[in-house]
């Protein structure tokens, strides 16, 4: 499974992060914000779409920042991450919370094992 997400900052530099809600796999854990690559999609049109759908906002998909390949037990995921810029307020569309959470402040949120990378990136490139 490809999934894209997306590295949104805000005019302080704090990094948006979405909860996920519940009956959702992974439930109430905080991640970046994307979601799955269709067929015939690319990565950066998936991502606009999904940005756009989730947070009701207009993105730019920047440079890549990591790809994760990570194992589970029922499938195998790619998690493509890319920087973002945005116009618009982003609004939990689908009812999930969201945060602006300062870049040292991360790694205090619980987050999906995939998702861990991304901030270990994220703080080597500080």
């Known amino acids: 499974m490809h999934v894209v997400a997306g590295v949104l ?18 439930a109430g854990l905080w991640e970046f914000p994307g979601g799955k690559v269709e067929p015939g999609e690319t990565p950066e049109a998936a991502l606009i779409r999904e940005l756009r759908e989730e947070l009701s906002v207009e993105a730019t998909v920047g440079a890549a920042i990591i790809c994760v390949d990570w194992a589970m037990p029922d499938k195998q995921l790619l998690l493509d991450v890319r920087e973002v810029a945005h116009q618009g307020v982003p609004r939990g569309v689908e009812g999930q919370a969201l945060a602006w959470v300062p870049l040292h402040k ?21």
Do not use: C, H, K, S
């Not at 990094?15 to 959702?24: S, V």
């Not at 987050?111 to 703080?123: F, G, I, K, N, Y």
């Open 9 to 26: 900052r805000d005019a302080r530099g704090r990094i948006l992060l979405a909860r996920r809600t519940a009956g959702r796999e992974l």
């Open 106 to 126: 991360l790694g205090d949120y619980p987050m999906p094992p995939a998702d861990r990378p991304v901030v270990e990136v994220l703080l080597q490139r500080r």
